[in-house]
């Protein structure tokens, strides 16, 4: 069976020991008074609550799936509930802003609880979490009216949000969009149209739901130019602020998906429904995309959660199934067998995925520190430069950390052998959940194609020499640390890959167009790892320096898998640079017709 | 929507072209008379079938499933008929011998017949499938009586067979079994027991059943060493060979799987079941490997079936689906956006597809032609030189060719975007298909195991030195053809590669027990990436001969597609070369407890 206990330990390893967040705290305005104890506390209270109320439904969600009848969804048995302890308890609301009813806490604090939330039960984390993306984008973006009118209900939960972008014939390219906002006299627009992949569109949590829609003005300028926003509520509001007359905005049919069956996924049909304007006419890409690029560091860490829970349910199943015996002699001799756990190729398996979990979570826990930086710090440079920062690494943690969480969830459910197989056992539904992270809020290759064309070349490529110069810094300070060299050596050869391939990227470029896309993953990929490398350096020598007297074996633990990583997943990048400097040639060959 | 058309032409140029077969078969005993004429005869037929009967069930199968009740199974609708056609038309009889009514062709052919029908419908072919693991484990083992008894019938696909080994404690390590056999005084059995994960273990196709089953008689040596395999069909055959009075021997539960929906995965419950042994008592195992070592290169054929549905399906999306537009300058002006095809990164995932998908069909072949020089070379020591290159290759087909098809079969889901997670689109049924492939008739993990464990040692590392020299030789053999050089320099850099694993792992092995598990499985892909450069560098060679006057572009598409797999898939190795010599310390270091 799948098993999730909360790992607030490590939590907290990366939080106080590598990240030294409630001291970067201190500079921000208005989080200067969250402290360690604070933090510990959210730590500690969240993962109960995800150990004791949203895991035990996450395989039950998966088997009983949402129906849909008369345009209502029935979600799962239980997750109603589960839904209104996350909200009632504040979960969904901690880095809303005061104003609204939010808890006003940092980003860094909110990612750390989403983890564990989307470990235990990701089907059900993505209603509150679309909810989420439609705040920011209001927050953002809204007129002041609309924000004090709808805010404080969403961000108690009473209502939900969704995201209405998709098309059938359009997700990528949303220029291609048909739907269509008709202006009214009042000021507010009918909307007409058909979007598919609604998170949420309906359900049975709450009183009312608030769609954003992207939809077209007739007349407007042609494809992404002419794409506006709205605000579109199932029941319209009325003078006191409660649901009123029905907006003709329905559920049409739910998904049958491969995976997340506990969220219903909606095609939404909007017959002349009721819209308000949220930010400028024909400017609905840039609201749009404020939301975007939080949700996709949130579904990078999605991918991870996966990984997270496949991992401590395969190395509790390696550490109880027995099955042949240890190449070095038996360990439990007087047993018909060994634990599975002697084997060194399941070893593989876990300690592949415990290397990409623990350093995924210290570089997404890293990225969103950055983005309280650039939201909260008094100096408008230093916010700056944490958006930069963001900006650039945001393809790199929702593709390259849900790559490695789906992989890893699939070495996890290998630990299983047949088993891993069998829907009893729970891993094949976390491969099946694991496995949208690499695909929605746009493919990976679609953020592969953010990074090399419009991340990279930012302010002359500028942004990413800054963040090569901070990984070369990083290095740097451990050089007088003989203890420090093994992972060193290594990660320097890494940087030195991911310089030659940006140096290569960047000038390529400028003669063949297909260049960037053609090495576009590839690239994307040697980033990660290299990201990951540099985490993994600064967990091995905050390991090193507390390692004396532990007597748990934590710090041991941290620097066995940093010497794992560097050694046996670092390597990976040699053969990605040469598949980058393979150019685009034998990729683009071929015609059309041949394939 | 899924698709699939039978690759007919690029069987028929490995084949006839790069194998040159006909002229292989003529110095075969008993194969001399296999043309060419037949050979295209046969794929078209077998193709028609497929494309047609097969694959129209493909989707419809996993939708309806498998249904118990009072311990009869219902097979999805359409599935019987399908059975009948594939069994009176004798496909599923190729190569079984003509004295049970089989048509005597080569292994060759029928694997060849097999992929169409692994494409078209995996779930389906798996019923016949394990019916000839069975007729394979009674030609070499059973008693003549045995054989005469009950091969014809399922040679004629009139009754099936099935394999029991697992059970739900022990899967790779059988020496833990429980099932029992009681010798009777008729000289019979009675045999107790549950086996679990059996395929066909019901159905409702045929008129009987005749189990395969594993079990310890009381009082034999402990473990693996007092197994014994027996005979136990559903009914008892009378005098005159019809079913008679039922066994004992009923299916207890279905299995809810990933995938492979329309295949009956039964839980197997012996309640005294009357069975006779097959071959010598507690030699049970080396039966059941003789039958094993061949399903493990349908396995990994299995795996590259599915990639390549995957692939076809991916590629005709990609050519219609408009989204965006190329990066040097739209192809399709006069509409709103460009086909997929367009995008360097979508063209990625489907080059990587083809190049494994078409080296992997020439390499699998290339295996089946040495099964039939074993099987029926005149020369005894040609015969067991095609055994040895068998017994090495077998765990590299196997975990290899159904990794790379799986992870392709992702990689076309991919292509789809959201479409690809939803059901109705087909793409991940073929990825909840794949993955078992990896898993079972012993998991990849496993196969490695194999290989660097049993078949690298075999004669002291001779077997695998005859194959290095033979890619080494076929490196020579283009030496002075220009044309050649950028397919052979990258081929000789992997051979180095493969050759330096090959001396570090062996050496290690002597000092450092756990050395060899620790590298198994980047070894044995590393041997499968060689392998596969191996068949690109003899694609390119025909490819180059004939391509002078062929204006079809398959011989142009070939050198493309080699070009690629040499210049963006085969640099993997210098990681995999890496990984491997970086030992099994960091792998071995943790305590279970630190897991």
């Known amino acids: 069976m799948a098993t999730y206990a909360a790992p607030v330990r490590d939590l907290r390893f990366v939080l106080h020991e590598m990240l030294d967040v409630s001291n970067a705290f201190s500079e921000l305005e208005g989080l200067e008074a969250v402290s360690d104890d604070l933090l510990d506390a959210i730590l500690e209270e969240a ?108 961000v108690s939960g009473e209502w939900s949000g969704t995201m209405c972008l998709t098309e059938s014939h359009c997700g990528t390219d949303l220029g291609l969009m048909r739907t269509r906002a008709e202006p009214q006299d009042d000021g507010s627009f009918l909307i007409s149209g058909t979007k598919i992949f609604i998170t949420g569109g309906e359900q049975d949590f709450t009183d009312n739901i608030i769609h954003l829609v992207l939809a077209k003005i007739p007349g407007g300028p042609p494809g992404i130019r002419g794409v506006s926003l709205f605000l579109v509520p199932k029941f319209l509001p009325d003078a006191d602020g409660d649901p009123g007359a029905r907006n003709p905005v329905f559920c049409g049919a739910l998904e049958k998906k491969m995976g997340i069956k506990g969220a219903s996924t909606c095609v939404m049909n909007f017959e002349g429904a009721r819209g308000w304007l949220v930010g400028e006419q024909n400017k609905g890409m840039r609201a749009m995309f404020s939301m975007m690029n939080h949700e996709r560091l949130w579904v990078g860490m999605q991918g991870l959660s996966l990984g997270v829970t496949a991992y401590q349910s395969a190395a509790e199943y390696a550490k109880e199934r027995v099955q042949g015996r240890s190449p070095s002699g038996p360990v439990n001799a007087q047993g018909s067998a060994d634990p599975i756990i002697v084997h060194p190729d399941v070893r593989r398996m876990l300690m592949t995925t415990r290397a990409y979990m623990e350093g995924g979570r210290a570089l997404y826990l890293w990225v969103a520190s950055q983005l ?101 810094a990083a ?99 040699m053969a990605l640079l040469a598949s980058i400097r393979a150019g685009s040639e034998s990729l683009m060959a071929l015609e059309a017709e041949a394939f």
């Open 372 to 472: 309280d930086r650039a939201a909260h710090h008094p100096d408008p440079q230093v916010r700056a430069a944490g958006d930069k920062r963001v900006a650039l690494l945001t393809p790199v943690v929702k593709a390259f950390l849900s790559d490695v969480g789906t992989e890893s969830a699939i070495a996890c459910q290998q630990v299983f052998g047949g088993h891993g197989y069998i829907r009893e056992w729970g891993m094949e539904q976390i491969v099946r959940d694991a496995r949208i992270t690499q695909i929605y809020e746009g493919t990976n290759g679609v953020q592969a194609m953010d990074l090399v064309g419009r991340k990279l070349p930012m302010e002359g490529g500028a942004v990413m020499r800054d963040y090569l110069d901070e990984l070369r």
């Open 47 to 154: 993962g109960k609550l995800c150990e004791n109320v949203l895991f035990p439904l996450y395989q039950k969600g998966d088997e009983a799936g949402c129906t849909l009848a008369h345009a209502q969804v029935t979600s799962p048995p239980g997750f109603a509930d589960a839904y209104k302890a996350l909200t009632e308890g504040g979960w969904t609301a901690l880095s809303c802003a005061p104003e609204y009813g939010g808890q006003g806490l940092p980003e860094t604090v909110k990612f750390a609880v989403e983890e564990m939330i989307c470990s235990a039960n990701m089907a059900l984390s993505l209603y509150p979490g679309l909810t989420h993306g439609a705040y920011r984008a209001l927050t953002g973006y809204a007129s002041a009216a609309i924000k004090d009118f709808y805010l404080p209900k969403m």
């Open 475 to 573: 290095a740097d300070s451990h050089a007088g640390t003989a203890a420090m060299v093994e992972f060193i050596a290594p990660f320097r050869s890494a940087l030195a890959r991911l310089e030659e391939a940006f140096d290569w990227l960047m000038e390529r470029a400028a003669t063949d167009p297909s260049a960037p896309g053609a090495s576009a993953t590839e690239f994307l990929r040697l980033m990660g790892l290299t990201g990951l490398a540099h985490m993994w350096v600064a967990a091995a020598a905050t390991a090193l320096e507390k390692m004396e007297g532990d007597n748990t074996g934590f710090y041991a633990a941290k620097l066995t898998t940093a010497r794992f990583f560097m050694q046996r997943l670092l390597p990976q990048g």
